[in-house]
């Protein structure tokens, strides 16, 4: 079996390196993501030539993020041609790719398909995945009925509990290689997308070094799977349009070239167009061949940020705020206080309401449950909007309070610009459009219960397909 | 040292005094025949609770520990005072600013007692502790109370789960280390005909606990953290009823049957209501009934009225989005296969009777992250079919999105049904949704 790399997550599997191959998770294109702006680059920057997307036979769609499903790059494939999701997929991409004239065929966990002479096998991932990756359809592939020589991924999620179950039960043997989804996207000095802003400095976490990242890409992630599977990194492989920097540990690459060194496990960090060959006798990575896919230098369009990174930082802290003070515009005002007036249920019933309630019966707790803080570039002070949690609805806060770091009102909380919340609420942009940039969020160490997952939870495809839809359309 | 006399009033409602003494602390005062707090729509017959003359005079204090329903109740705190007119009403500083207002309503002196601190009211000493799971929507502002007088003490455990070791060991500090001599500790299993009732009573039968594993559940959570193993463990909060349309069925019935059989290193009793227990030097005994005392009959929903067209659609907009978010959506997600029973998008299906037109059924469809129409099934079929599901009279959910009606009142009715898997039931999201916390506005809507 052949895996070559396409960019990011994207894979065309086959039998040959010629024949007609199933591609997973299709980026064919520079850009993606859901919206006409197509907000992201993908990187390292690489060219797909038509010859490759002619050989795709058949389509695996994972799950319903833009950087799975590029309607933009299904276009470009023949009508007719399968598109196969699992059994929970979003229906609006199902029918949007109906759209396209392409033919989607459901499929369901723990069966195997044959297409283009490969064997595919989904699998539901593990129910310890984060709320907005629990859609994913984890797969297995190989040339043989058997999985002999196979390749597993779990993409975005936790290993599959059935799938290591099968494994134990002899029903399918061990994976002969792993893709690990490296989906670290740590931007420089920011934490993480779900990190704590550098505001809460008592909850910023632990500094994320490379090791750290190799440890849990080589050890933890796929601790549970039986043998010796080789590591294949992946994920990761994208950039904002216009971001100057490249997020830090996310050149598999790289990476693959360090771990080689320190441990004794073998692993792939493949470039685009790269092609994994499992056989027998084992596996190799091999040059595109076929001259299908062109690479530029990676880190061509950086040269010379890393010089910059801490000026770029200390700028984008420095970006605060008027918020809505001095606003002429007193429907923005209304607006706004609409938006969050939609948030209210949704924050009282998760994690960050039981957060202040416990809290709260220990005597330890801060004012408010949650600060919204409205800022505007480039001043400073922005306008702070707190959920009174016994109230349950948000109030301004006031101007008495206005001077306290933000993050003493508050465990946790977002600062935003205006525009972009309403934008979030309404549809017109996706949480991780705005993440980093113009949405900054602080919380205490439990990430999955961060603002940044509670707003893809409520806004995202899983729950609110509408708005997905709406702007793919 | 004369030792303290706890009798229990009905349900979680009990009276301390000390041995020989007129007066003593009320605990949550449940004191009309009926609680709960739905209005709107018809109840069934109530017993009345008949108490002897004179029990209630000369009180020294009367004390609310949780917001729910069952603990504070203004007719009965209104009964209560007008019976002892200057007894203080106290209340944990911590309950909630919706429920500290509904105790403000009753009487405009409620002292709230600070969560560092104890009051001190004649002989007594009574402070409150705080309950380890109390971020729970339906916990918040739940706490356990101590009530402490000649060197004995008596730990209420409260809903919310067991006291935090923390909270405990700082209350136990203040209030000088007296000896723990009893523990009363909420039993909410509510095992009713060897099934669980109330929000977690379950269809399919999956996850229906058994007696014992109700009771050792309650046991190793309600006494972890104690500052002594007390002489007298209590099982109170199950003593009351259910009053709807097939007659008065008490939830203790079963119980208190199976209660003889186990075999536990506990000192447990049952408490019916007017049941007394004495205590001194740190033992107990048994006092036997000294009031008489009807059971509590929970005032159940009996009929339901129509609806207008299209209440069905706005209904299942309103809960679109909190069952996709809860633990329910999450856990149904990941609800592929039951054995080799695999099931489609469709994971929670939503049955709405009516005495008007006929079942209309729909169900949450995972993929659509939408409400669908459903081919009615025959009741029974529908649990195979899918994993997750409520009945419901449509005029009661109506009721309870307009916070007319509790979650808790409707889910004892047999005519609210439901299946489910795991440890997330329909009733509970509801339930959540519901909560004072979340729809406060909810709560103005209720008695």
């Known amino acids: 079996m052949n895996l070559q790399f396409l960019g990011h997550n994207a894979w065309l599997a086959g039998t040959s390196s010629l024949g007609p191959s199933l591609a997973v998770d299709p980026l064919l294109l520079d850009d993606f993501g859901f919206g006409p702006d197509r907000p992201f680059l993908v990187h390292p920057p690489r060219r797909i030539y038509r010859s490759l997307v002619e050989r795709i036979g058949a389509v695996l769609l994972t799950h319903e993020h833009s950087d799975h499903v590029d309607l933009a790059s299904l276009r470009m494939l023949p009508r007719e041609t399968c598109v196969f999701m699992g059994p929970l997929m979003p229906a609006w991409i199902e029918r949007a790719v109906c759209e396209l004239g392409l033919r989607v065929l459901r499929l369901e966990f723990n069966t195997t398909v044959e297409v283009c002479g490969l064997f595919l096998r989904l699998y539901p991932c593990s129910p310890q995945t984060a709320f907005w990756e629990q859609r994913v359809s984890q797969f297995l592939i190989s040339s043989t009925p058997t999985f002999l020589d196979s390749a597993f991924s779990a993409v975005d999620a936790v290993v599959s509990d059935q799938f290591l179950a099968e494994i134990t039960a002899g029903a399918i043997p061990a994976p002969s290689a792993v893709l690990v989804s490296n989906n670290s996207s740590v931007r420089a000095g920011k934490g993480s997308a779900l990190g704590s802003d550098s505001r809460a400095r008592e909850w910023r976490g632990h500094k994320v070094t490379g090791v750290s990242i190799l440890h849990e890409l080589l050890d933890v992630f796929p601790a549970a799977i039986p043998g010796s599977p080789a590591i294949v990194l992946c994920g990761g492989g994208f950039c904002r349009r216009g971001e100057l920097l490249q997020w830090p540990f996310a050149c598999q690459w790289d990476l693959a070239g360090i771990a080689t060194e320190l441990t004794v496990k073998q692993v792939f960090g493949p470039l685009p167009g790269q092609r994994l060959c499992l056989e027998h006798r084992g596996i190799r990575l091999v040059d595109d061949d076929a001259n299908e896919v062109s690479v530029d230098q990676p880190y061509a369009h950086v040269a010379g940020a890393p010089g910059s990174v801490s000026k770029l930082e200390e700028a984008a802290l420095d970006s605060a705020t008027t918020g809505l003070q001095g606003s002429d515009d007193s429907g923005l005002i209304a607006r706004c206080e609409r938006a969050l007036s939609e948030l209210e249920t949704a924050i009282l019933c998760s994690g960050i309401a039981d957060y202040w309630w416990l809290m709260r019966a220990r005597g330890i707790h801060r004012p408010f449950g949650f600060v919204c803080e409205f800022v505007r570039r480039p001043c400073r002070q922005g306008t702070r909007y707190a959920l009174d949690m016994e109230e349950a609805k948000f109030v301004r806060v006031r101007s008495a309070d206005a001077d306290l770091p933000v993050c003493e009102l508050a465990a946790f909380g977002i600062a935003v610009e205006p525009q972009s919340l309403l934008d979030l609420v309404n549809g017109r942009r996706q949480i991780w459009d705005l993440v980093g940039d113009e949405l900054d969020s602080w919380h205490p160490d439990m990430p999955l219960e961060s603002p940044v997952a509670l707003l893809y939870a409520l806004f995202g495809e899983q729950v609110r397909g509408d708005l997905a839809s709406a702007l793919c359309s | ?447």
């Open chain 2, 1 to 447: 040292m004369r030792g303290l006399v706890l009798r229990n009033v009905v349900h979680q409602s009990w009276l301390v005094s000390v041995a020989g003494q007129d007066g003593g602390v009320l605990v949550d005062p449940l004191m009309c025949g009926s609680f709960g707090s739905s209005g709107s729509i018809r109840f069934g017959e109530q017993p009345e609770l008949v108490l002897p003359e004179g029990t209630m005079t000369g009180l020294d204090a009367i004390v609310v520990t949780s917001p729910h329903c069952d603990h504070l109740d203004i007719p009965s705190i209104r009964r209560a005072r007008a019976a002892s007119p200057r007894c203080p009403l106290l209340a944990s500083a911590m309950l909630p600013s919706h429920s500290r207002r509904a105790l403000a309503v009753a009487a405009e002196d409620a002292i709230a007692v600070p969560r560092t601190s104890f009051a001190q009211l004649g002989g007594f000493k009574i402070g409150f502790s705080p309950a380890e799971y109390s971020g729970h929507p339906w916990e918040r502002g739940a706490h356990h109370l101590v009530v402490s007088a000649e060197g004995e003490s008596v730990l209420f455990v409260s809903d919310g789960g067991p006291p935090t070791r923390d909270g405990i060991q700082a209350l136990w500090e203040q209030l000088g280390k007296p000896r723990l001599s009893a523990v009363l500790l909420a039993d909410n299993s509510y095992i009713r005909g060897g099934r669980r009732a109330g929000l977690f009573k379950n269809e399919n039968g999956r996850g229906a606990p058994s007696m014992l594993d109700c009771v050792s559940g309650q046991c190793e959570m309600g006494l972890r953290h104690l500052p002594n193993e007390p002489s007298l463990v209590v099982l109170a909060g199950s003593g009351f009823a259910a009053a709807d349309h097939h007659g008065i069925a008490r939830f203790d019935a079963w119980n208190v049957g199976a209660l003889a059989q186990l075999e536990t290193r506990w000192p447990l009793r049952h408490s019916a209501p007017g049941d007394g227990f004495a205590i001194e030097a740190g033992l107990a005994s048994d006092l036997g009934p000294g009031v008489t005392s009807s059971p509590l009959a929970l005032a159940v929903p009996q009929e339901d009225s129509d609806v207008p067209d299209g209440t069905e659609r706005r209904l299942l907009d309103a809960l679109r989005v909190p069952f996709l978010l809860s633990g329910l959506g999450r856990g149904a997600v990941f609800c592929n296969q039951i054995g080799e029973r695999r099931f489609g998008p469709v994971r929670l299906a939503i049955r709405l009777t009516s005495a008007y037109h006929a079942t209309r059924c729909f169900g949450l469809d995972l993929a659509r992250a939408e409400f669908v129409p459903l081919p009615s099934l025959p009741a029974g079929c529908d649990t195979e079919a899918y994993p997750f599901g409520l009945e419901i009279p449509i005029s009661w959910l109506l009721a309870i999105l307009k916070g007319e009606l509790g979650v808790w009142d409707a889910s004892i009715s047999d005519r609210t049904r439901q299946w489910f898997v795991g440890s997330h039931s329909p009733l509970s999201v509801l339930a959540a949704l519901m909560s004072a916390s979340v729809s406060p506005q909810g709560l103005r809507g209720l008695r």
